[in-house]
């Protein structure tokens, strides 16, 4: 009982969200730094907050919907990839048994597994197509079956996501009639809220995350000053 005693202290911790926090990752990312370019660069063209606002909502609404919409053919394409490939290895198997069986030796050996030793393993996946199909699938083509709810779930995800992250420089021009003023508190919103959620991807995803978070607020920050400039720059 020794080996259960020492799976008991150890617990390993592992994020088995990472679809979903890529999809998070993608839509906030964009969303607080393609609508702060643009009200900083309209604001660099001396236009009135309302005229940002209404320009900012608008790219809010077609940002999230075409980010969701690419996220949805995204993960359909992967979807669809994994069926043609499932299809022609359940061909493969009807049509030449004796291949994918050595093919799964193969396999096998590669792990350091003797010929004795996985020869009843072969046997067993050849008595069982299921199995089979399953074992060159994950082991010869490293696919995994995807979830169908996938490619909505991956659409809502990036689309809300673009949503909350866009509205983040937005807000001030909501509530400050003259858009210099706003774009100062723009500036200040955006990069507090970049570097929360640099700090949070890289939490998430393992990276360091205070390197993560100045990486991400740099990110924004150039995005902006370069809209802001070209705009200063058109309308000199």
């Known amino acids: 009982m020794a080996h259960e005693s020492l799976l ?13 926090v890529r999809d998070i990752i993608i839509g906030v990312s964009d969303g607080l730094t393609v609508p ?22 608008a790219e809010v609404a077609a940002g999230a ?4 919409l690419g ?26 048994p004796d291949t994918e069986a050595a093919e799964i030796a193969e396999i096998l050996s590669e792990y350091g597994i003797q010929p004795h ?14 199995a089979w199909l ?14 169908p709810r996938r490619a909505l779930q991956s659409a809502f995800t990036i689309a809300i996501a673009y949503i909350l992250g866009g509205f983040v420089p937005l807000i001030p021009y909501m509530l400050i009639p003259i858009a210099r003023k706003a774009l100062v508190a723009s500036v200040l919103a955006t990069i507090l809220a970049l570097l929360i959620f640099g700090y949070a991807k890289g939490h998430f995803t393992g990276n360091r995350p205070f390197r993560s978070a100045f990486q991400t607020a740099l990110i924004g920050a150039v995005a902006s000053a370069a809209a802001f400039g070209l705009a200063k720059a058109v309308k000199g």
Do not use: C
């Open 117 to 130: 030793e996985y020869a009843p393993v072969v046997n067993a996946l050849r008595k069982n197509p299921q």
């Open 8 to 20: 008991d202290q150890h617990k390993e911790k592992h994020f088995t969200a990472g679809e979903i």
């Open 71 to 96: 996220g949805y053919l995204a993960a359909k394409s992967e979807a669809d990839h994994y069926m043609r490939e499932l299809k022609r290895e359940e061909e493969e198997i009807i049509a030449v």
């Open 36 to 57: 702060f370019a643009l009200a900083a660069g309209l604001s660099g063209a001396n236009v009135s907050s309302s005229i940002i606002l209404t320009a900012g909502i």
């Open 134 to 147: 399953d074992f060159m699938m994950k082991f010869e083509l490293g696919l995994e079956k995807p979830d």
């Open 65 to 68: 919907i075409s980010m969701g």
